[in-house]
Each structure stands twice: as C-alpha cells, then as structure tokens.
C-alpha cells in the first residue's frame, strides 16, 4: 500500500511535519540521510550551540559575578573535554527523543539519501548503496540548508571551521577570527571568548546583524564590544593561508583597498547557510527553484509538481528551526484537507547571547522604509526593578505600534531572558493586539517583563517607572 506522504529530511522541519500527517491519520515515512534524527538543529545547530553558550556562561559567571554577590569559589578551571560531553549528552538526549516520537506515532523511517525520482515515487539509496522506491500520495521535501562557502577559504573543520566545527574544537584557540557578524558567528564568538579566546569579527557591511533593526545592532554591538569581542566592519577577507602554524587571513576594507594580514589560531566562516536542494533529483523530477537554489512554493507549500511540497530552510524566508516547525505543521494539515497556516509576521527570532537579543515583527529600519506611520516606546532595563537588583541592566524593550490604531508591528528586546520576554508580545501581535493591550495586561512584579509593560506604556508617552 502506498504511503499518504514521504517526508525527506528529519530535521524540525521534516520530523514535525511526519508526526503531524501521522496524528491526521495518514500512513507517513520519513527519509533521513544522516545517521541520527533532528537535522542541523538538532545534531549541529541550535541544540548544541545552546550547551555550549549554557555552560561557557556560568564559566563567565562563576569567574565575575560570583564575587560581587558575595560567593567565594576559587578561579572556575575549564575542562572543555567534559564541558564538549556535557553538550553531547544534551543532542543525544534530543535525538533519542525524535526517535522515540516516530516510533510513538508510527512514523516509519528510511536510512538513505532520499531523491525525488517523479510524482508519488521517494528513491532511497542506503549507505550500502542499495535502493528502493517507496510510493506515495504526497512527497515533502524537508532538506534542509548547508554552510555557505566563502571563495579563497577552504573550510577543513579543523582549524578553518564552519559553525560544525567550531561546535567541537579541541581546545580554546588563542585566537578566533570570525568571518561575518550574523547570529551564529556571534553566538560562536561569544561561546570562544567566555572560555578564553581573543575573538575578531570580520563583517562586509558597515553593521552587526544584517536585516535586524539598526538600534538594536548598535548597542548590542557595544555590549559585546565592552565584553572584549573586536569588530572591524565594512571588511572582507579574500583569503586565509593555512600553510603555516598560524593562519594568515588577508582582510582588505569591502570597498576594496590595500590588503592586510591578521594571524588567528582558527578561522570560523560563518557568512550564512544555503538550502540544500543539490542530489534530490528536484530538475528532473520538474520542481522549479528560485535564483538562490531555493525549492519555490506558494502560499500552500506547493511546489511546481502536483503532490510534492516543501517547507524549512530550503524554501525562502528566515532560516530557523521554529519557522520551519510552522511550516511542517501547516503543511501536513494541508495535505491532510484541513486549513494549515503560518502567520510570518509573527515570527520570533532570538540570538542566545548575554545579553540575549529577541525580535518580532518589523524593525523600525522597515517601517521607516516602507513610510509607515508608527509610534515607538522604548524602556530601558536600567529602570526595572528585577534587572537592576540582578545587576543584569543592559539593554531595553522597544514596542512599534501603527500610529492610528495602536496595533503591534514589531518589538525587540536587548536584555538578560529577551528570548523568554519575546513571547509575550508574539502571543500578542498574533492576536492583533494594540501596544494598549499590552500596558493594560497585569505583569507579575519584580519580573524583567515589567520592562514590556512599560515599553508599551512609552508607546502611550505613559511609562511609571522613567
Ligand atoms: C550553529 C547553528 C545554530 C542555530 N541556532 C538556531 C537557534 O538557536 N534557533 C533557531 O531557530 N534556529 C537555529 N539554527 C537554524 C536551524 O538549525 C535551522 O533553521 C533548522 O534546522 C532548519 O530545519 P529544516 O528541517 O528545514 O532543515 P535541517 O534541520 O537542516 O534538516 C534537514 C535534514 O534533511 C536531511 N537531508 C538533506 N538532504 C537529504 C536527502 N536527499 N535525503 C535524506 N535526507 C536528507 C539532512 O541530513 C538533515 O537531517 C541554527 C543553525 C546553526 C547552523
């Protein structure tokens, strides 16, 4: 009997997506090429990204806060070998858990790379190169992104890493030179220098954070800046020799100009990801993509051919786990008859640094681009009661609200649990709710979500506490 759908690919995107179909009562498989469940998220992504910022955090803490709190420990030694299980542990876990879930909603599942050989026909060609076709109503393809390759800079995940082998180094580099200012070379950088490494960032524009709103980028750029991480913007590097002891990146200003060397023990390249449409047959088969490899879909995850859809990272839109969750979601739904949808302008996207940083909805760069007429109001943690007793007072949340009718259009947060904080206000802006709303909601006190609160009072020019 033929499957309802086939899914390719188990990262959140993918392994969502089967469980979804498998609750609606469709007979579903999931195709997975790599030997363990959860996709980049999971196995080199978000999960164990997160250990390491977990734990180099309290390192950090236990070695400058502890004092001024009036704990006395000795100097925090580091044991990055057990520190590196400590966050093997945690992706195992995780794993394990996407395994147990199929087996509990009876998804099967196929070890092999999976190829769209037409409609309703999944090739799957195992490790041993052995093939077989399994037959199916509905294909997803859920494949997936990739490192984005930098020419000149040949990654050996060694001592030229992607953010895969930054995830694992075997031992703190004295120097760390990272090649873009996005969310994961940020995120990485800060893991490298909390455990001891001097960190550089090399960035193409003139700002950190490329499509995030500009206020935001600049202070976070300060903070991180006070934290010991050098930037030097509106650089780029054209090459890195790896033949001697330390590498040689040669930096030249983005504008083009005179050349110049920095030495660094290793070489993250984190300028991006690319989706991975590559091997899956996708021509062939008559799946149209975009100018950037991007698998095209209309606003029902629809691709080009009848019965074969696609979600995540490897269609348009921001690469991240939750979004492509939505999408699996929305999209078995769709296929199963119901009414599947993401709402994306509602989409939160957090960087788990220290501060954090969390934003939804549009920045205030967009809405002044787009000439939207907005109302801001902007509350800094210098002021909330928990923050300051924390002694965790860096940063601020800033509401934008559409100046007739007072609904949400965007907020973002620089300060210590912004990704918990942007919760909240998702909830709200998802509900269509007005910057009014939100001042009039109980806040339990002291909490850092005062700090919203009053944000949304500024909009009003009614903040208590400033
Ligand atoms: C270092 C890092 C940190 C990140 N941190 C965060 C974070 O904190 N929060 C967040 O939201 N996002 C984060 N992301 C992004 C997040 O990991 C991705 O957005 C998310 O994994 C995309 O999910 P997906 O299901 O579309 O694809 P993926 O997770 O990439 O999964 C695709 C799966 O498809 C498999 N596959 C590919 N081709 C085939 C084939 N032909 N046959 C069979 N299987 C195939 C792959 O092996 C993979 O398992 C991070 C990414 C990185 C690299």
């Known amino acids: 009997m033929p499957y309802d759908l086939v899914v390719i690919g188990s990262g959140p995107g993918g392994y969502v997506c089967a469980i979804r179909a498998a609750q609606l009562g469709l007979k579903t498989a999931v195709v997975e090429k790599d030997k363990t469940f959860g996709g980049t998220c999971l196995n080199v992504g978000c999960i164990p990204s997160k250990a390491l910022l977990y734990a180099s955090e309290l ?41 147990f879930l199929f087996k509990k909603n009876k998804v099967d599942t196929f070890q092999g790379t999976g190829r769209v050989a037409g409609a309703g026909k999944v090739e799957v060609t195992g490790a041993d190169g052995k093939k077989q076709t399994l037959d199916t109503k509905n294909i997803v393809i859920a494949t997936g992104s990739d490192v984005a390759r930098l020419n000149g800079v040949d990654i050996d995940e060694k001592r030229i890493v992607s953010s895969t082998g930054a995830l694992t180094l075997g031992a703190v580099p004295k120097k760390l030179l990272v090649i873009g200012a996005g969310v ?62 330390t590498l040689k990146a040669s930096v030249q200003p983005a504008a083009g100009g005179k050349s110049e060397i920095v030495e660094a023990d290793v070489v993250l390249v984190s300028i991006g990801r690319v989706p991975y449409s590559e091997g899956l047959g996708l021509k062939e088969a008559g799946v149209a ?41 929305a999209a078995a739904e769709i ?52 923050a300051k007793v924390n002694k965790t007072s860096e940063g601020f949340v800033k509401i934008l609200a559409d100046a007739k009718s007072d609904r949400v259009l ?55 506490h400033m």
């Open 410 to 464: 965007g907020v973002h947060i620089v300060g210590a649990d912004a990704g918990t904080l942007i919760g909240e206000v998702t909830l709200a802006m998802e509900f269509g709710a007005a910057a009014e709303d939100i001042a009039r909601t109980c806040h339990a006190h002291p909490t850092l979500s005062e700090a919203v609160k009053e944000a949304a009072l500024a909009v009003d020019g009614r903040p208590i």
């Open 184 to 245: 994961i070379g940020l995120e990485l950088g800060s893991v490298w220098r909390r455990l001891g490494a001097e960190v550089e960032v090399i960035e193409f524009l003139d700002r950190i954070l490329p499509g995030m709103d500009s206020e935001v980028a600049r202070q976070f750029q300060r903070i991180l800046e006070k934290q010991g991480i050098k930037f030097r913007l509106a650089h780029k590097v054209t090459g890195v020799d790896s033949k001697g002891k």
């Open 59 to 99: 390192f950090e803490e236990a070695g400058h806060k502890f004092a001024a709190m009036g704990i006395g420990v000795p100097a925090p030694k580091l044991d990055l070998a057990r520190m590196m299980k400590f966050k093997d542990e945690g992706v195992e876990g995780n794993v394990k858990g996407v395994d």
């Open 289 to 329: 993509l975009d100018d950037k490899g991007r698998v095209k879909v209309d606003g029902h995850f629809r691709t080009s051919v009848p019965g074969v859809f696609a979600i995540g990272d490897v269609i348009a839109g921001p690469m991240l786990a939750h979004k492509a969750e939505d999408e699996g979601i």
């Open 335 to 386: 296929i199963a008859g119901q009414a599947g949808h993401v709402n994306y302008d509602a989409i939160p996207n957090v960087i788990y640094t220290y501060p954090e940083v969390a934003t939804v909805g549009r920045s205030e760069d967009e809405l002044k681009q787009a000439g939207v007429a907005y109302k801001a109001g902007k509350f800094p943690f210098t002021a909330n009661g928990r």
